[in-house]
């Protein structure tokens, strides 16, 4: 089957389509071209089955759309990540995380006004119903902070009855605001439950990120004054993970979406995909790749070995599906463990000097320049997160807490789609094919 892309004559509306021929039968196909505000054009293929009796097949999806979107985009080559049009840079230079929760939600950076009011009602949502202290009892207190928040997250659906109804577009902001105020709330609960200490309830006079590090780092038996570098770099960190586009646990919620289940079973969803080491598992999968490499002269014998295809270690933290230029969120954490390390009076943490080593031995080896691997946003965060005192075990939940905005708002935009369909793929079978049935006492 060959293609190739046709511009309707002059005088006809500039509609662009790809016309698909078989190469045997010569039949030709045409389809509708469709592009967006930036990036690559799209090939319309929702008739494709109807009139050519084929499926197109594309595992893990590299190069299929599976939706418009007017949240994020993603330039791989150019190394370019905005949200609504906003550049990475300019929102973790410029702006809060509340802020560009609002943003993802609603569309547009919010006046004074609408953003004290989403800060108020944010702030207001942050306590959990006090039974579900009650589930938290019900973990060993060895329990993977990650299986806590998807078990508890999932349960948020027993507790608020009155949110539920994803066609009730209040009760579909009442959840996402609900979502993205109780999670920190919940995340430091699963942090307190696995080091023993009792759970601090939240403050309403301290910000977003503040209100997390005292939740985590406060105890009842004293004041606790949080640190405005580690509270910014925090903030800074929720903000880079915010969103990203069409990823695996995004398209996750999406996925549960399709099906009207409800938001917070969908968020649950998405934060059992982000579990996995080679997604958002990769930020405590660096700390144990660097603790394992331990000193910078071991550092060829792991570069062979990520080389190695019979050898299942890769260089975790680099990589990845859609950047092949450096990911500009890498650029901002490297930049910030430097200022949170020299904060911390840390000027030549053994970790980090390790970490821009390995970086450095990997970017000037032909394979990874010649694959594009550069590190991605996983391979500094762990670094700040340690130095700010989370155990790696608690670095994919700080992820999912971050990107729960991201979720809840592509999400919204799913449900708010005229007509949605719920997703379904096809698939190439390449089973047995039909065979009778034979009694097991006339089997081999
Ligand atoms: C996140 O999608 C998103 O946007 C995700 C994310 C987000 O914000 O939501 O950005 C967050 O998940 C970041 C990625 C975190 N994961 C890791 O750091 C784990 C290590 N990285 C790899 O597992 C891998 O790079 C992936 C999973 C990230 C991307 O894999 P792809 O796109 O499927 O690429 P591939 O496996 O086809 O690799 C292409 C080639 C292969 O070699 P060849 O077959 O061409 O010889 O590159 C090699 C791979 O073996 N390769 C690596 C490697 N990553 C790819 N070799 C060694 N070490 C690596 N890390």
Known sequence: MTADTKTAPAGDAAEKTFTFTNDQTGESWQFPVVEGTVGPPTIDIRQLYQQTGHFTLDPAFTA?????????????????LMHRGYSIEDLTDKSSFL????????GDLPSKKQLDEFIRSITYHTMVHEQIHYFFRGFRRDAHPMAIMCGVVGALSAFYHDSLDIWDPQQREISAHRLLAKMPTLAAMAYKYSIGQPFMFPRNDLDYAENFLYMCFGVPAEPFEV??????AMDKIFILHADHEQNASTSTVRLAGSSQANPFACIAS????LWGPAHGGANQAVLEMLAEIGHKDNIPEF?????DKDDPFRLMGFGHRVYKNYDPRAQVLRESAHEVLHDLGIDNDPTLELAMELEKIALEDPYFVDRKLFPNVDFYSGIILKALGFPDTMFTVLFAMARTIGWISQWKEMIEEPALKIGRPRQ??????ARPYVPIDERK
């Open 64 to 80: 299929t759309g599976s939706c418009k979107s007017r949240l994020t985009f993603i330039d791989g080559d150019e190394g370019i």
């Open 99 to 106: 802020e560009v929760s609002y943003l993802l939600l609603y």
């Open 227 to 232: 640190n405005p570098v580690h509270a910014r």
């Open 270 to 273: 998405g934060i059992a995909s």
């Open 303 to 307: 570069i062979e070995r990520a080389k």
């Open 428 to 433: 190439l079978y390449t089973g047995p094919a």
